[in-house]
């Protein structure tokens, strides 16, 4: 009966400290960067191989990843979808990845362009005056430009007639 007694009570007193041992957790943290830019990767997930338990970095490639004691020596799996996927030991911290080059099809553009052959058509001498200078004069519109253009010469006597 004694025997009995003081296992309970051993069973008892230990039972707690059971608990606490397996409900110890490892937190892990760490900043994801890109091997090229060193920039912050945001977004990325980071998970535990084979396992549910993971997190997301932040907008700074920040992340806190809190898991089980029992999961310690698992390995650690970074993916985002611009990167190719990067496995490591859990007391590794700092890792860099790598861009994944993704081939796409070239984009052909093509141009048709008819020049105006203004000069050509008429008889008598002109002048073209293109829309960046015209802009750059200063002119509000076609009639100013003529007012100010000496080689022009503009009657407004017409009668209509």
């Given at each position: 009966m004694k025997f009995r007694i003081t296992f309970f009570l051993s069973f008892i007193l230990l039972f707690p400290l059971s608990l606490?041992?397996?409900?110890?957790?490892v937190i892990i943290k760490?900043?994801?960067?890109?091997?090229?830019?060193?920039r912050a990767v945001p977004h990325a997930n980071i998970y535990v191989k084979g396992t549910k338990v993971g997190t997301i970095s932040d907008f700074a490639g920040k992340f806190n990843l809190t898991i089980p004691k029992a999961h310690s020596k698992?390995?650690?799996?970074?993916?985002h979808i611009n990167y190719d996927i990067k496995e490591i030991a859990i007391n590794e911290i700092k890792k860099y990845l790598q861009p994944?080059?993704?081939?796409?099809p070239g984009v052909e553009v093509e141009a048709v362009g008819e020049h105006l052959e203004?000069?050509?058509?008429?008889?008598?001498?002109?002048?073209?005056?293109?829309?960046k200078e015209f802009e750059l004069r200063g002119f509000v519109?076609?009639?100013d430009l003529l007012r100010t253009d000496h080689s022009v010469q503009v009657d407004e006597d017409l009668s209509g007639k």
């Open positions: 606490s041992l397996f409900s110890q957790q760490g900043k994801i960067l890109d091997v090229n830019t060193h698992m390995v650690l799996l970074f993916q994944r080059v993704i081939p796409l203004i000069k050509k058509d008429l008889p008598q001498m002109i002048s073209v005056v293109k829309a519109d076609a009639g």
